[in-house]
């Protein structure tokens, strides 16, 4: 079993977020998440695809890197492309996303994951950039945010607020301020985008009704006021393609 992820889907698109937005980039979205933020914009990620080996996998992500699957003899076909994204869901709930990285980097891609926080980091391969979440009160999940994650990251990886209320961005200023994150690494912070009725799903947790909602323009507003040396960013595939368009 060791040796099989559960994968969603696996596809080539342009890194939308992250200082590494705008690169094209291979996507290994692997199925399934132990948590229900109430912005989840990935919902149908948490059940279904299909069971493939690491081989399979690595031969899937081989044909998009070197120009297979759709592309033309036009396209740049000679070069490989070299950014990889393990993303989900949760990738860091299958144990085998661990030996899966290891496997991308040995065969000499950049390999990212997108996290949650709420899966040790501790295994993953050094060579490997962990974006990871610090999820913010209205998400409905701040309390599994592990503080071992935040304490380990490295220059080399980035950390990433999604806010959506006065409350997330207070709860960001004192997080960054406590662990002093952006001396140690790349600070993101997302608006969290409402989401469609088709993105939306049942099991997703809700925002209080207590809490106090922001716009994007505040969420600027807060970053500027405070002089908090943060990357706003805004998720680059919504605006090219439909916000709910998977595979994108
Ligand atoms: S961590 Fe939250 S946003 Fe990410 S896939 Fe899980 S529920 Fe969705």
């Known amino acids: 079993m060791k040796n099989t992820l559960r994968v969603h889907e696996i596809y080539r698109s342009i890194q939308g977020e992250s200082t590494w937005a705008g690169l094209p980039c291979i996507f290994i979205r692997l199925t399934g998440c132990p948590l229900r933020c109430s912005y989840c914009d990935t ?55 661990v030996p899966l990285m290891q496997a991308l980097v040995d065969t000499g891609f950049t390999v990212l994951i997108e996290t949650s926080g709420s899966m040790d980091t501790g295994d993953v391969p050094p060579a490997v950039r962990v974006i990871l979440d610090i999820k913010c009160p209205s998400s409905g999940e701040a309390e599994k945010c592990l503080v071992s994650n ?23 200023e004192k997080s960054i301020r406590e662990h002093d994150l952006s001396a140690r690494c790349q600070v993101l912070v997302s608006w969290a985008s409402p989401l469609m009725d ?51």
């Open 43 to 97: 919902a149908y990620a948490f059940r279904g695809g299909e069971t493939m080996t690491l081989e399979a996998i690595l031969e899937k992500v081989a044909e998009l890197a070197d120009g297979g699957g759709e592309w033309t003899a036009t396209d740049a076909s000679s070069s490989r492309l070299p950014l990889i994204e393990l993303t989900g869901g949760e990738p860091l709930a299958q144990a085998a996303a």
């Open 198 to 248: 088709s993105q939306f799903d049942p099991s997703l947790k809700r925002v209080p009704e207590s809490m106090n909602p922001v716009s994007r323009r505040e969420v600027v507003d807060f970053l500027l006021d405070r002089r908090i040396p943060a990357r706003f960013q805004l998720q680059m595939h919504k605006f090219i393609w439909p916000p709910d368009q998977k595979g994108v």
């Open 150 to 172: 935040i304490r380990r990251l490295r220059p080399t990886d980035e950390v990433k607020f999604v806010v959506a209320t006065r409350e997330d961005l207070e709860f960001m």
